[in-house]
């Protein structure tokens, strides 16, 4: 059984791996539906440290888009089918630092069974399991191009994860870090308060891409594609700024760009 502590707010004792242990694969639902390559991308990068990888077959959601909305009751069943097909596996990881969050930390508002609470601390953010659990900060990547990182506010505020994308990242040869100005602010994704709130949502939004496209990357990376998925669409909408890419940051970690 793995003992995830929080020590602090976004604060973790991290457990041990065992070389040869295998790690279920977490596949958040817009990942799975409109961004394969990053999940193709994370089971690449386990597979390179010698982490054998399975994938259930029966994972769904991690109920956060009903949680979000306040569908606490309807959040509750999925939960407990995410923990129902996840309970027999000691890790568990995702290229989702939002996801993650709904996991290990929201699981046990939505209920606080303790078994519920254990599996949902089961999961990790995947650079947070490579920089914190497997202690790789690089992976023998090459990518020359000018990037900029962009943490989402589940990944950088529930989870702690800021370091562990930046270490890895700046070990990429090639790679031209490029400093995000305002980089702690929100882009203004928030899951279906995009929907429910477009105004502030875009405008948001648009400060992040005005502040992508002052770093000077001509690649932007995150841990989270739905981040992306929003900031893209702004970027893609503005001739000025549409040679500017997304790509989520297995993918980098992962080329062998000369």
Request: hydrophobic fraction near 40%; charged fraction near 25%; proline fraction near 7%.
């Amino acid at each position: 059984m793995i003992r995830l502590i929080r020590t602090a707010p976004a604060k973790w004792e991290y457990p041990k791996y065992e070389r040869g242990e295998p790690v279920a694969l977490f596949v958040p639902c817009y990942v799975d539906q409109f961004f394969p390559a990053a999940a193709q991308a994370t089971v690449e990068l386990l597979r390179r440290q010698g982490v054998p990888v399975v994938f259930p077959k029966e994972q769904t959601c991690c109920g956060q888009p009903a949680f979000n909305s306040g569908y606490w009751d309807e959040a509750r069943r999925v939960v407990r089918h995410f923990c129902d097909t996840f309970e027999p596996y000691r890790w568990i990881v995702g290229p989702s630092g939002s996801c993650t969050a709904m996991c290990r930390v929201f699981f046990e508002q939505v209920d606080p069974d303790p078994r519920i609470i254990e599996i949902g601390r089961r999961v990790f953010e995947l650079t947070e399991f490579l920089v914190e659990v497997l202690g790789v900060t690089d992976t023998g990547a090459s990518y020359p191009r000018k990037v900029a990182l962009h943490i989402g506010c589940h990944t950088r505020r529930e989870l702690g994860v800021a370091e562990p994308p930046l270490a890895l990242l700046k070990s990429v040869r090639g790679l031209e870090y490029c400093e995000l100005p305002e980089a702690i602010e929100c882009c203004g994704f928030g899951g279906t308060f995009s929907v429910k709130m477009p105004g502030t949502s875009l405008a948001m939004g648009r400060t992040k891409a005005r502040n992508v496209a002052a770093s000077g990357a001509d690649v932007l990376v995150s841990p989270d594609s739905s981040c992306l998925m929003h900031i893209a669409g702004i970027l893609n909408r503005d001739p000025a700024t549409r040679h500017i890419e997304t790509k989520h940051i297995a993918e980098v970690l992962v080329a062998e760009g000369k």
